[in-house]
């Protein structure tokens, strides 16, 4: 199964030139998805997933038993995609990348790569909420001891989710390892997940716009991508940034 690590994606010194040749700024990734690289993936992507939504009440007419499937595995592979594409970005940012990566670097992957993504997503987002689900499960009830477990849970997720990419193994998700990382790399990661926090705030903007401003769907599409690539970026260039503290030896 191929991986991001064996990826044929500018080796870190090739990049290094270019970041030194260019200073970074503090604006730099919101502009990240702002080449034709990133702008062709949104458009695809977001066209695609816009196919299927039409495609939805015309298949479930013509082909009632089968067309809500048919309809539900195509967005679930190009949810899974984009999955990949994110998973790439932090991988390409990590080597010091400024824009959306260029896909044609990657390996094509398969229907294997995408769950494997799938997976590590999955894993690295349980291995930080499983406390907060267990005291739900055995308390029966949403309190503050719910969302103080949650909030903990939340703040590592950023660490976690960075390990599982870089890596590529949900061994990689190793409580210690993710503790021993944001201790290590302290307040660079607080700056960190306050950016994390500020894009999903703005993704439950888009989300409130679409309910209550009628936001046409395919524009929130677009702009959920725009802001995934942005936080993607955010976490290959903390990796990028603060190699030598976290000692990964990637």
Request: hydrophobic share 55%; with cysteine.
């Amino acid at each position: 199964m191929g991986s991001p690590a064996t990826t044929d994606a500018p080796s870190g010194s090739d990049t290094q030139e270019v970041v030194e040749d260019a200073p970074a700024r503090c604006t730099d990734p919101l502009a990240y998805p702002a080449n034709a690289d990133g702008l062709v993936q949104i458009a695809v992507v977001a066209l695609g997933l816009g196919v299927f939504q039409v495609l939805g009440p015309v298949l479930g007419r013509f082909v009632p038993l089968y067309g809500g499937v048919l309809v539900r595995v195509g967005e679930i592979i190009i949810l899974s995609y984009v999955i990949f594409y994110a998973h790439y970005c932090i991988y390409d940012s990590s080597r010091g990348g400024r824009r959306a990566a260029t896909i044609s670097l990657a390996h094509t992957p398969d229907f294997g790569d995408l769950v494997w993504q799938l997976l590590l997503l999955i894993a690295g987002v349980a291995i930080c909420l499983w406390p907060a689900a267990l005291y739900r499960g055995w308390a029966g009830r949403v309190d503050v001891w719910f969302w103080g477990l949650a909030a903990a849970g939340a703040f590592f997720l950023p660490m976690s989710l960075l390990a599982a990419t870089l890596f590529q193994g949900i061994d990689a998700l190793n409580p210690v390892l993710i503790v021993r990382s944001i201790v290590m790399t302290l307040p660079a990661y607080v700056v960190l997940f306050g950016e994390c926090v500020l894009l999903t705030a703005v993704f439950l903007v888009i989300r409130w716009a679409v309910g209550q401003v009628r936001l046409p769907h395919l524009l929130a599409t677009v702009a959920y991508l725009y802001v995934l690539l942005i936080g993607s970026h955010l976490l290959g260039r903390f990796y990028w940034r603060r190699k030598e503290e976290l000692g990964w030896g990637l």
